[in-house]
Every structure is written in C-alpha cells, then in structure tokens.
C-alpha cells in the first residue's frame, strides 16, 4: 500500500528505510521522498516511526 502517493512511496519503502536506522520524518523523506510535497503522508509516517520504537527491543 502506498504511504505516499504524491512520490508513490509504499509502507515496505518506508518500513526499509525506518530499518536502516531512519527514526525521524526528515530522515525518511531525505531518503525516499516521502513528504516532500503536500505532506499528508507525514502523520502516517511519523505513525510508523513510533510504532517501530515501540517494538524495539529495550537493552
């Protein structure tokens, strides 16, 4: 499913890049594009940012 339709970014685009140690909204569209225009997709974003912090292991 695309995350970003203005850059036709998907949730797996996002997911790689959030894998690679992206951890802000900046970092992600730095890296893919996503946000970049109109910036709906930002919320979303920033959704699965946090979620992927929540799943984080905790040393």
Same mark, same amino acid.
């Given at each position: 499913?695309?995350?970003? /339709?203005?850059?036709?970014?998907?949730?797996?685009?996002?997911?790689?890049? /959030?894998?690679?140690? *992206?951890?802000?909204?900046?970092?992600?569209?730095?890296?893919?594009? *996503?946000?970049?225009?109109?910036?709906?997709?930002?919320?979303? /974003?920033? *959704?699965?940012?946090?979620?992927?912090?929540?799943?984080?292991?905790? *040393?």
């Amino acid at each position: 499913m695309y995350v970003c /339709i203005c850059r036709a970014v998907t949730e797996n685009e996002v997911h790689d890049c /959030i894998a690679a140690g *992206a951890r802000t909204a900046r970092q992600v569209r730095d890296t893919t594009g *996503a946000g970049g225009d109109c910036a709906q997709c930002v919320r979303k /974003i920033c *959704a699965m940012l946090k979620r992927s912090e929540e799943l984080a292991p905790t *040393a």
